[in-house]
């Protein structure tokens, strides 16, 4: 099975689902991180060493070297699969501008909804959960696959340490506001010690896209000019109630509003899936391994 990209329309506030099963429990993962479906042969797979145990190892998919993750395993650890099989289902993605296999147990089916039909998770659902969908009855685990690669390899995720900021527009970039959503703790983390290392110490940060549109809607609504309090807006694509592509559709559509710079900063961007910002006019868009580019896109838009 192959995604065809059947949702192909940017900005309308709905997503497309992969459900699919581990041990009982329902998860999901946004269809837009989804390749394709396939079986493994386990004798296919080459073991790598000092590896987490969910880390089954790397295979060849049509010439690519593809690593392999037993979900399995890491959603799991207690709980034994069958040791005779000779085959794996697989789930193949890309996001992180990084393709990877995912073993899971069984393949549901493909689900249209809103984002805002995803409920955030609270405090007690840990980090792997971006929120709960339901559908069919079924209360379904939307997945953060991010954070999985996070704490397997972090490096392979974002790497914050191997680049210098260039300090000569410091005082500059003191002088601007920006505003941030981005439903992730960890990447509102990360951002934020980015942001300021290098001067941009004045921050609205919003947990998600609607979040950050009834702020500058409130201060339109108050008869303010809005570009005075914000200079530039920096936004994830997956997040509960309101998706970044939304957000800047909803602000490139606002006379008031259009003039603010709008950067994309998410796993999502992809040679294929970058279309998808271009059709809601955003300015610019950064993968999330691709920190680096930040602070010189930032400057580029708003300085």
Not at 21 to 50: D, R
Not at 196 to 209: H, M, T, V
């Amino acid at each position: 099975m192959k995604n065809n990209n059947i949702l192909l329309e940017s900005g309308t506030g709905e997503l497309e689902v992969l459900k699919f099963k581990v041990k009982g429990v329902f998860y999901a993962i946004n269809v837009i991180k989804v390749k394709e479906i396939l079986k493994t042969n386990l004798e296919s797979i080459q073991p790598l060493p000092s590896q987490p145990k969910a880390v089954k190892g790397i295979t060849n998919i049509r010439g690519e070297v593809i690593t392999l993750i037993d979900l399995r395993e890491y959603l799991n650890q207690e709980m034994p699969y069958n040791a005779n099989e000779s085959e794996l289902l697989v789930i193949l993605t890309e996001f992180n501008n990084i393709k990877l296999l995912f073993a899971v147990d069984q393949v549901i089916g493909i689900s249209r909804l809103k984002w805002s039909d995803i409920q955030k998770p609270n405090n007690l659902m840990g980090n792997l959960v971006n929120g709960i969908i339901k559908s069919d009855n079924q209360l379904v685990n939307f997945l953060d696959f991010e954070s999985i690669l996070t704490n397997i390899q972090p490096n392979m995720a974002m790497n914050t340490n191997n680049y210098k900021i260039n300090n000569t527009l410091k005082e500059q970039r003191e002088n601007i506001t920006l505003a941030i959503a981005d439903d992730s703790p960890t990447i509102r983390e990360i951002l934020k010690k980015t942001l300021y290392e290098a001067g941009y110490e004045d921050l609205k940060i919003f947990n998600d896209g609607q979040q950050l549109l009834d702020y500058l809607y409130e201060l339109k609504d108050k008869g303010e000019t809005v570009s005075n309090y914000i200079q530039g807006i920096i936004t994830d694509i997956e997040m509960p109630e309101m998706d970044g592509h939304t957000l800047v559709k909803n602000i490139k559509n606002d006379k008031t509003l259009r003039e603010i710079p709008t950067l994309i900063f998410s796993s999502l961007i992809t040679g294929d899936l970058r279309h998808k910002g271009d059709a809601v006019g955003v300015d610019e868009q950064i993968s999330k391994p691709e920190i680096e580019k930040l602070i010189n896109i930032l400057d580029d838009l708003v300085l």
